[in-house]
């Protein structure tokens, strides 16, 4: 059975790591901006500093640290995104979460505990979504058999965990295990937490651009169960019945 990932991953060896976190953390702290940091900390109910650098100068930034780097290991991709994750500021974590979104090709069923790490680590939906969608779900796909590992998440007591579970075929379109999606909104339907609710409703409501029919079918059967903002979100874009 595939690991659950519970214990902390070790930080491996990694050159290409320790070169990108040289020019990371220089390129980085010389366009901080203290005032808008704490702006951007207040936004983000202060679950990290930040250093105050904007979305898009922060990428024309990354591409600066990461330009004329080889292509990573999978090695690599633990190494720095635990290494960025042990720094406070969020836009070291932001740069760890593109980094692996765009090289999670190279990283296989074995690294799923390390993004597992990095989900209840710091978390917040800024992080959780973005490795939900683009990290866990590609691993996921290319190895079914970490669903089972999903099925243990949508019931983990870390509701960031049951949100990365429930959200972690968003970008499957026709590829969606429905099974899976509906039982997952199913189980928790009734829990009180705002980032579940929202997390079932959107969810369904991006399975609804593939099968329209299927989501509307599955929320009349299920609107009892469902919360109001769940409803909402799920059916948002769809005409009236």
């Not at 990290?135 to 669903?147: C, K, M, N, R, S």
């Amino acid at each position: 059975m595939p690991s659950n990932g519970r214990r902390p991953p070790g930080v491996p060896g990694s050159p290409l790591a320790d070169t990108l976190l040289d020019r990371l953390t220089r390129t980085y702290a010389a366009a901080a901006d203290p005032a808008r940091a704490e702006a951007m900390t207040a936004y983000m109910k202060d679950v990290a500093p930040f250093l105050g650098i904007p979305s898009p100068l922060r990428r024309e930034l990354s591409e600066a640290v990461t330009r004329d780097t080889p292509k990573p290991s999978e090695a690599d991709c633990a190494a720095l995104a635990l290494r960025c994750w042990r720094l406070p500021e969020r836009e070291y974590h932001y740069f760890a979460v593109d980094y692996l979104r765009r090289h999670v090709s190279r990283c296989s069923s074995g690294f799923l505990p390390v993004v597992r790490h990095l989900i209840v680590t710091v978390p917040w939906w800024d992080t959780v979504d973005l490795l939900a969608a683009h990290t866990v779900g590609p691993l996921v796909a290319a190895d079914p058999a970490l669903a089972e590992v999903m099925d243990e998440w949508i019931e983990d007591e870390d509701l960031w965990l049951a949100r990365a579970a429930l959200l972690h075929q968003l970008r499957y379109k026709a590829a969606t295990d429905t099974g899976r999606l509906f039982a997952y909104c199913r189980l928790r339907a009734g829990h009180p937490d705002f980032f579940l609710r929202k997390a079932i409703g959107w969810s369904l409501r991006e399975y609804a651009k593939t099968d329209p029919g299927a989501v509307r079918a599955f929320v009349e059967a299920e609107r009892g169960s469902l919360a109001p903002l769940s409803v909402r979100e799920a059916l948002k874009n769809l005409p009236p019945s």
